[in-house]
């Protein structure tokens, strides 16, 4: 089957953001080890100004409608209009489940002594983390598909990859999320981009 691989990471995490969300659901659960990360973090980058998580983990997430349309418009002009309906739909798509969930399971921010900077809403999943890892993982997936070139593929890739990475670690840094919750929204963003790859690869018939 064409799209199996897909499916089998779309269920692998899908199960670790469904474990996790049990684990951190669970009225036994006591995130101290957590706060304890948080602290440790925070300690090792003290003399770094808080302007500069804050600066990484916003600037790119205030310009993502700008993003979007900018590869959409690539798209539709090289006639990928598959891939412009997915990079167009994606977003809003995770921005609105990840909003549900969060309204469902209803987990506190860590706490307030923790917060380098303030923040309302509730806390799993990580919204910046499922949105980093849908937007940019898709970058990454279009860049695999549509780039020749493998040195700038691997280039682009690897950047990319790593800022994914930098989103989760400064949401833990600034004190806003336990890093279960960059677990969940990690989880949450691969589901998403497995659930387009598998869309993207769908051939659809022709009826003669």
């Given at each position: 089957?064409?799209?199996?691989?897909?499916?089998?990471?779309?269920?692998?995490f899908l199960s670790i953001f469904t474990i996790t969300a049990l684990i951190i659901s669970n009225p036994g659960f006591m995130p101290e080890y957590e706060v304890?990360?948080?602290?440790?973090?925070?300690?090792?980058?003290?003399?770094?100004?808080?302007?500069?998580?804050?600066?990484?983990?916003?600037?790119w997430y205030g310009q993502i409608t700008l993003i979007v349309l900018l590869f959409a418009v690539i798209f539709l002009i090289n006639k990928k209009y598959k891939?412009?309906?997915?990079?167009?739909?994606?977003?809003?798509?995770?921005?609105?489940?990840?909003?549900?969930?969060?309204?469902?399971?209803?987990?506190?921010?860590?706490?307030?002594?923790?917060?380098?900077?303030?923040?309302?809403?509730?806390?799993?999943?990580?919204?910046?983390?499922?949105?980093?890892?849908?937007?940019?993982?898709?970058?990454?997936?279009?860049?695999?598909?549509?780039?020749?070139?493998?040195?700038?593929?691997?280039?682009?890739?690897?950047?990319?990859?790593?800022?994914?990475?930098?989103?989760?670690?400064?949401?833990?840094?600034?004190?806003?999320?336990?890093?279960?919750?960059?677990?969940?929204?990690?989880?949450?963003?691969?589901?998403?981009?497995?659930?387009?790859?598998?869309?993207?690869?769908?051939?659809?018939?022709?009826?003669?």
């Open positions: 089957m064409k799209n199996r691989m897909e499916i089998i990471i779309f269920f692998i304890k990360i948080i602290h440790f973090v925070q300690h090792m980058l003290k003399f770094v100004p808080v302007s500069v998580p804050v600066f990484m983990t916003d600037s891939d412009a309906i997915i990079i167009i739909l994606a977003l809003p798509a995770a921005k609105y489940i990840y909003g549900v969930l969060k309204m469902l399971i209803e987990r506190p921010r860590p706490p307030l002594e923790s917060r380098l900077v303030e923040v309302s809403s509730f806390s799993f999943p990580s919204g910046h983390s499922t949105m980093s890892m849908v937007l940019f993982g898709l970058l990454i997936y279009f860049a695999y598909k549509f780039i020749n070139n493998k040195v700038l593929k691997t280039v682009i890739i690897v950047s990319l990859a790593l800022f994914i990475l930098l989103i989760g670690f400064t949401r833990i840094w600034l004190g806003v999320h336990y890093p279960t919750d960059i677990i969940g929204g990690y989880s949450l963003g691969i589901c998403f981009i497995c659930f387009c790859i598998f869309i993207d690869k769908l051939k659809i018939s022709k009826s003669k």
